[in-house]
Nanobody
């Protein structure tokens, strides 16, 4: 089992920035891809950014150019730098690790991001 703990969320104004962190337990973090997801009430959890074990990144169109995903394998930690935040970015943000077909980590409680004036 891989436990994941998200942190760094908060309340920010539109145009502001936040940096989320994802701390993973165990020693297998480095061999899997990592993704950041977000979920709002009544909607499915959506993938917003992913990074492979070798560092290749992908982003949802809605966040491309504003968010940057990164990882520090030595610390078993992933990050999501969020800039120029918009109200529609408001959600609970989660991280997970896995391969192209399935996540293998246990979902954490997520971290709330609220973008509002």
């Amino acid at each position: 089992q891989v436990q994941l703990v998200e942190s760094g969320g908060g309340l920010v104004q539109p145009g502001g920035s936040l940096r989320l962190s994802c701390a993973a337990s165990g020693s297998i973090f480095s061999i899997y891809a990592m993704g950041w997801y977000r979920q709002v009430p009544g909607k499915q959890r959506e993938l917003v950014a992913a990074i492979t074990s070798s560092g290749t990144t992908t982003y949802a169109d809605s966040v491309k150019g504003r968010f940057t995903i990164s990882r520090d394998n030595a610390k078993n930690t992933g990050y999501l730098q969020m800039n120029r935040l918009k109200p529609e970015d408001t959600a609970v943000y989660y991280c997970n690790i896995g391969n192209s077909r399935v996540n293998i980590g246990s979902w954490g409680q997520g971290t709330q991001v609220t973008v509002s004036s």
